[in-house]
């Protein structure tokens, strides 16, 4: 599968921000958050959480393609992660359904089912260390690609940039020095000179959870190809439970594995 707009749905699941609401929401402008306790904020344990659920407007764009889409995002936690993509005209519609050891793409546009492993989201993002934990947990908020131990942390007037590298990949994450709330994210693949960038904004609360509503991503791939998404969430919710039924395939379609 080529590196397009239907790639880049798997793409979208890392963009998703929120952060636990402690009883101090905010903080006093020019105090320095103590390191240890900075690094336990990007690296926090898993919430708890069974159920995620999500509506979203998505507008792409790349030197060839600009479409504007609707998705559905659902989660059960451990278990498996379902996307459901509608076009805005009803033109299009595809599924994927992303489980711990694999990923199932129906392609309803081109009559076409594709099977692969999880190897092949890997592949995709050139996160190496990539999991399906790893996918969850940066869905509802914890840093994906962390390594605490060669943290480099530099304060600014109203943030802070803490900066790691761990297997080629450098991972720089500027944050909110009131509340302590991600608003950008870059990472780079120095092998392939492929970068992201996640900007987020429009935080509000949900449950006890700050949650960014708007992210625009920009990715840099090689031969300086841009692609871009913007991410305007309409409805989030937590803990309702969800029905993610297996992908049912029509007999007309290609099966590609």
């Known amino acids: 599968m080529r590196f397009n707009f ?7 699941l890392f963009f998703v921000s929120c952060k636990t ?3 101090t929401k905010t903080r006093v402008e020019g105090v ?4 240890a306790e900075l690094l336990e904020k990007l690296h ?3 919430f708890n959480f069974k159920w995620f659920y999500a509506k979203a407007k998505i507008e792409y764009e790349d030197s060839k393609n600009n479409q504007t889409i609707n998705t559905e995002i659902k989660i059960k936690k451990d278990t498996a992660i379902m996307i459901a993509v509608n076009a805005m005209l009803g033109i299009y519609r595809a599924e994927i359904l992303i489980t711990p050891d694999s990923v199932k793409f129906l392609d309803k546009f081109n009559k076409r089912f594709y099977q692969r492993d999880f190897n092949f989201i890997k592949q995709l993002t050139h996160l190496p260390n990539l ?3 790893a996918m969850q947990k940066a869905i509802l908020g914890c840093d994906f690609n962390f390594d605490k131990s060669n943290a480099m942390i530099e304060k600014n007037d109203s943030s802070y940039k803490i900066e790691t590298s761990e297997n080629q990949i450098q991972n720089i994450i500027w944050m909110n020095a009131l509340n302590l709330t991600m608003s950008k994210k870059q990472l780079k693949n120095k092998v392939i000179n492929q970068t992201y960038e996640m900007n987020y904004a429009d935080y509000r609360l949900l449950a006890d959870r700050l949650f960014s509503f708007r992210r625009k991503v920009k990715i ?3 031969q300086d190809n841009i692609y871009t998404v913007d991410i305007d969430y309409k409805k989030v919710t937590l803990n309702e439970p969800q029905t993610i ?4 395939v029509p007999k007309s379609y290609e099966v590609v594995k």
Do not use: E, N, W, Y
């Open 6 to 12: 239907f790639s880049f749905l798997f793409l979208i």
């Open 220 to 222: 840099v791939g090689q």
């Open 131 to 133: 999991t399906f934990d």
């Open 32 to 35: 320095r958050t103590p390191r």
């Open 245 to 248: 039924a297996p992908i049912k």
């Open 44 to 46: 926090q344990p898993d």
């Open 21 to 23: 609401v402690h009883k």
